[in-house]
């Protein structure tokens, strides 16, 4: 209607989530492709937001391909993996690592600006008591423990960043990728989200300690420094509007 137009005619960039938004699982929703195409046709930028930080950038890309929508490059997706990993460039020290619960998809945002990491992958306990569990090696590089959807999710993993986090006290960072307690599936079937086995686990053991979360949810201004989508498309595209984005 006129009042949909009067709005495209003052926006020049689009922000889309993806899942349950334009598809669900592998089927896009009907008539989404269509709309983002007339949208590209007309001349607007879009760009996709997500919190799923289990797929790569590149993997958005081909995933949009394969489902018809207009083609997109990795620097128009802003996934909750992105924003972590460009947080944690600036907040820790030249040298600096991460351990990762999280995906090898994550490692990979990691690897991209240049931070050493250790964790994505099975893991078994050192040991069959307690007291073998705490003498497992730590690497000293380690200032950061970072959170995301961990198919790989274990008691051994969730030891080694509980220690972590204790011997490096308030000089070791906890940052979640989102909030989800629960990841929606097709036909209303549901799996645990980052938020669930990750981040509400490590946190309570070190007395509540509060994750810093990124993403497309994050509750954070710029103000704090913590990269939402938002703001990784407004720095890695200067001179975007916030006025006329949508």
Known sequence: GEAARAVLANTDTLLFDCDGVLWRGEAAVSGAAAVLGKLAA???RLCYVTNNSGRTRA???EKLRRLGFPPAEPRHIFSSAFCAARYLRQALPP?????????AALAAELEAVGIPHLGPGPAALPGPAPADWVEAPLDPAV???LVGFDEHFSYAKLCQALRYLLRGGPDCLLVGTNRDHRLPLEGGAGIPGARGPGVQRVGPGLGGL???FCGSSSLLTLRDRIPTSWQALSTTSPGTQ?????
């Open 143 to 145: 200032r950061a423990v």
């Open 42 to 44: 007309a001349g607007k």
């Open 59 to 61: 993997a958005y890309t």
């Open 242 to 246: 916030p006025s006329l984005c949508l």
């Open 95 to 103: 040298g600096a690592a991460a351990y990762v619960l999280g995906s």
């Open 210 to 212: 509060r994750a810093l």
